[in-house]
């Protein structure tokens, strides 16, 4: 479920059928080059928005039903052409990229979740795209997957964000627990953190949970997949209870051992 730089996006595994394999391929490569934009190497503030904004001149070419020259979007637009896939999904992952060059805190947990409507949430709308599976319900349970995937990546990459000076834990969260920012500057995971840990893993397995059955709704090696993405997700939330939520220490991932155990919960799934 997790890969390099974008760790919530459902890679072309053996479990897709071969013929979506490309187009997910080119949105992944998409997500995960801006991706970088916004999170890697020396540029500045204003050099990173800079780089965004010529992806988003590029999803206008596209948008209007050209084909780029550049290798990666081109490689986009046939994938966007062949499939009907809304260029307004993409526009959104871009918006949030964007957002994290310049919003470091989140005042609710309301706030939090606008930013997973934009950073997640169009992954999974735009694989329900490729399946055709496209009904009301199917894209609630997708958003409430992908929301919930991004926050259990933030929470196992508490301290990792602090380093890149983001907090992700609602300011409403920390004051009703009485955590302080400088408890993450300090790996701190005292009694009222681990409270804390608590209540924000408690709320993304309750929404992973609702949005479990979209795994069992859609049909054949997609459903497959999607069950190994969730109970990949929760998963990594029993990581997180079992390092008593000292996520500062040793971040919680999944190893080797992990993947068999998830092959069964996925088997097993109703």
């Given amino acids: 479920m997790s890969v390099d730089h974008y760790e919530n996006f459902p890679v072309a595994s053996l479990l897709l059928p071969r013929p979506l394999r490309e187009p997910v391929e080119a949105i992944y490569a998409f997500a995960r080059s801006a991706d970088d ?70 005042a609710d947990f309301p706030e939090l979740l606008d930013y997973c409507r934009r950073s997640a949430n169009p992954v999974g709308r735009l694989l329900l795209h490729l399946y055709r599976q496209t009904g ?39 004051a009703r627990f009485g955590v302080t920012e400088t408890q993450s500057a300090a790996a701190q995971a005292d009694e009222r953190f ?43 939330l029993e990581r997180i209870e079992a390092a008593g939520y000292d996520v500062f220490r040793q971040r919680p991932v999944l190893g080797r051992p992990d993947w068999l155990l998830l092959a069964w919960r996925a088997l097993w799934m109703r």
Wanted: proline share 5%; aromatic share 8%.
């Fill in 37 to 106: 934009i916004a999170d890697e190497g020396d540029a500045d503030e204003s050099g990173r928005l800079a780089g965004l904004s010529a992806y988003q001149q590029q999803l206008d070419l596209i948008e209007a039903g050209d084909t780029p020259a550049d290798p990666m979007f081109a490689r986009l637009a046939r994938a966007v052409h062949a499939w009907q896939l809304p260029v307004p999904l993409l526009r959104d992952l871009l918006d949030a990229f964007a957002q994290d060059v310049v919003k470091k805190r989140y």
């Fill in 136 to 174: 009301a319900d199917n894209l609630r349970r997708s958003d409430l997957i992908c929301s919930a995937l991004q926050l259990i990546n933030f929470w196992q990459d508490v301290g990792v964000d602090w380093a890149k000076a983001r907090v992700y834990l609602p300011q409403d969260s920390l």
């Fill in 194 to 236: 681990r409270a804390l840990m608590r209540f924000e893993v408690q709320r993304a397995r309750a929404m992973m949970l609702e949005g479990a059955p979209l795994a069992t709704a859609l049909p054949g090696r997609v459903g497959w997949e999607l069950r190994l993405v969730v109970q990949g997700g929760l998963r990594i």
